[in-house]
Nanobody, 124 residues
């Protein structure tokens, strides 16, 4: 069973930065495109960003373009989400999951179960 574990969340002031990590347990991550998702209180879970298995293709939700950067280190079996210029509306539980690909490009449709996520709170 594919299992991904998120970490790196925390409390940060508006304008601050955090780097989230998504680590694979028991399988090689480099075969999979990976996506980051988030769920704010009272809202549906939404796709934030995804990266192809090679790292050559990435996608971002409009709300985070220019502020967030997704990357991967297949040697470390880990995908990262660097979040800069954080805003209070970025407050959510962040999840990662393997996602579908279409013509080698990632699509923010999860194909693995959700983990526990990591809480990101942006507040002064």
């Amino acid at each position: 069973q594919l299992q991904l574990v998120e970490s790196g969340g925390g409390l940060v002031q508006p304008g601050g930065s955090l780097r989230l990590s998504c680590a694979a347990s028991g399988f090689a991550l480099d075969y999979y495109a990976i996506g980051w998702f988030r769920q704010a209180p009272g809202k549906e879970r939404e796709g934030v960003s995804c990266i192809s298995s090679s790292g050559g293709s990435t996608k971002y939700a409009d709300a985070v373009k220019g502020r967030f950067t997704i990357s991967r280190d297949n040697a470390k079996n880990t995908v990262y989400l660097q979040m800069n210029s954080l805003k209070p509306e970025d407050t959510a539980v962040y999840y990662c999951a393997a996602v579908n690909t279409v013509q080698a490009m990632c699509v923010m449709t999860p194909i693995t179960d959700w983990g526990q996520g990591t809480q990101v709170t942006v507040s002064s």
